[in-house]
């Protein structure tokens, strides 16, 4: 078997180690290297979760410390609210050691890929897209290089869908709008997988209940996600959670679970709608934004969910294909 060889940019996070826990478990995927950005927490614990999560999972693959700020925006507060203080939910942890980050930093560790591996590493980017910015800044070269971009981010409306962060932004885009828009301009196939989609597909607490009975690695998602599972339904009424991050994992492996439209985005950089993504259809007429070079990209407008939580549990259980 072929293995889809990947490199997971990331800011775990809970739904993160959820996504992670799935590259790691899924026999159609080779780990070759977890990127970190701040997000979800600060860099230095999203560091120590990547690298507790790779001990707690077992997979050999770097973990590379990558960008603690945005490009160009002023930092925001982690979002303990959602994540939990040490970003995992505030499950004990061990104590910090971030020493062990492999001695690259993650935006070279990007390069080193995929120079290494030409035209056949996929990105899943599932934070801010900062560290991938500063890769194409220093070797633009790579873009043509890398088979798929998979993004977890942005939100085009569909499904009543527009952000997470202010009425019209997600996390992860306003996060760091600049990176965004200029990954999303780079000449790489991309596929994004926003709010749209991920906000469409619950774990609900039954799921979640019976999902920690199948074995260690259901009882942990459980174990992190209380937290999680308590914010979204103090603020959304939901019962459960969305699936943010590991629905970027499913298209990787399962772009048939989505419906999907193909146009240029761009992002909104200042202003009231900063972190706003917009899609650029066939027939729009003429905007206030330069569309010039932009190529199209995937973006993600709907999803079969039963089909990917049922995914989510199979790959957990050894059942995956
Ligand atoms: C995204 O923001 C982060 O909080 C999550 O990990 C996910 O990547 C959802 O908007
Ligand atoms: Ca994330």
């Known amino acids: ?30 780990l070759l290297g ?12 999203v560091v120590h979760n990547a690298l507790y999560l790779k001990d707690l999972y077992g ?11 945005p490009l ?30 492999d001695m690259i930093p993650a935006h070279q560790l990007i390069i080193k890929l995929v120079r290494a591996h030409p035209h056949e590493i996929t990105i899943i980017a599932v934070g801010r897209m900062t560290n991938l910015a500063q890769a194409l800044a220093e070797d633009p070269g790579i ?35 600049h990176a965004a828009d200029r990954v999303l301009a780079a000449h790489w196939p991309i596929a994004m997988v926003g709010l749209d989609v991920t906000m469409e597909t619950v774990m609900s607490d039954q799921y979640l209940a019976e999902l920690a009975t ?43 679970f989505f419906d999907t439209i193909n146009c240029p985005v761009r992002v909104v950089d200042h202003g009231d709608c900063i972190g706003q993504t917009l899609a650029k259809d066939e ?27 049922n995914f989510y549990r199979q790959t957990l259980v050894g059942r995956a294909t």
């Open 143 to 177: 873009a043509p290089l890398v088979k798929q971009v998979v993004i977890m981010g942005g939100a085009f409306g569909y499904n009543g869908h527009c952000g997470n962060v202010t009425a019209v932004a997600e996390a992860n885009i306003i996060g760091d709008p």
């Open 34 to 45: 977890v990127t970190t950005v701040f997000g979800n927490a600060s860099l230095d614990q």
């Open 1 to 30: 078997m072929t293995k889809m060889k990947v490199l997971f940019d990331t800011d775990p996070g809970v739904d993160d180690a959820m996504a992670l826990l799935l590259l790691a478990r899924h026999p159609r995927i080779a």
């Open 214 to 256: 199948t074995g260690d690695d259901g009882a942990f998602v459980r174990k992190i996600s209380h937290g999680y599972q308590d914010f979204h339904r103090k603020t959304i009424n939901l019962d459960g959670f969305p699936v943010h991050d590991s629905s970027a994992v499913a298209y990787a492996l399962h772009p048939e």
């Open 72 to 101: 160009e925006v002023a930092p925001g507060e982690p979002p303990a609210f959602v994540h939990g203080d040490n970003g995992l939910g505030d499950i004990p942890l061990p104590a910090r050691n971030e020493a062990r980050a």
């Open 283 to 309: 027939g729009d007429a003429a905007d206030s934004f330069n569309w010039e070079g932009r190529a199209k990209i995937r973006v993600c407008t709907g999803v079969e969910s039963q089909a990917l939580l």
């Open 59 to 69: 997979f050999s693959a770097p973990v590379a410390r990558g960008a603690g700020r």
